[in-house]
């Protein structure tokens, strides 16, 4: 039986509106492990294809869902409020991974960047003074 089966057993839905919220959660929470599955493994011709459906998904849910106020307040809305928080801690680690590798990124490219300058190497010539002596012009400039 999938999450999504279990909190339909344990709600009555008198007016037939919070099956299909919870049944597009479900539907959320798959594009988010599949995004997240994407990132991991770097796949990002993968991660891109999720987006449109992850973005019309949310749509109709922002569009289907009662306020925040309602959800909070009348019980019959818990299964619901689980399962959105449930999506945005999902929606978060990939944030998270997302801000992960791009720091990584940042890193490499500042690492490669960098050593560019290294390259230019601050000497003393024979008076003590300060003389810049870039590696690769030969031994004459030294």
């Not at 919870?22 to 959320?28: T, W, Y």
């Amino acid at each position: 039986m999938s999450a999504d089966s279990s909190l339909l057993q344990n709600f009555s839905d008198p007016t037939g509106r919070l099956a299909p919220l919870l049944s597009q959660c479900g539907e959320l929470t798959q594009l988010l492990d599949l995004e997240f599955e994407a990132l991991k493994a770097q796949e990002l011709d993968r991660f891109e294809q999720i987006q449109p459906a992850k973005t019309q998904l949310l749509s109709r849910l922002t569009e289907a869902c009662p306020s925040a106020e309602d959800i909070q307040s009348l019980p019959e809305w818990a299964p619901l409020q689980e399962a959105l928080i449930a999506c945005r801690d999902l929606h978060r680690r990939n944030a998270v991974l997302i801000e992960r590798k791009l720091d990584a990124i940042r890193s490499a490219l500042h690492s490669l960047s960098s050593a560019g300058n290294a390259s230019s190497v601050e000497v003393y010539d024979r008076l003590g003074h300060v003389s810049r002596f870039n590696r690769g012009k030969g031994y004459q400039e030294a």
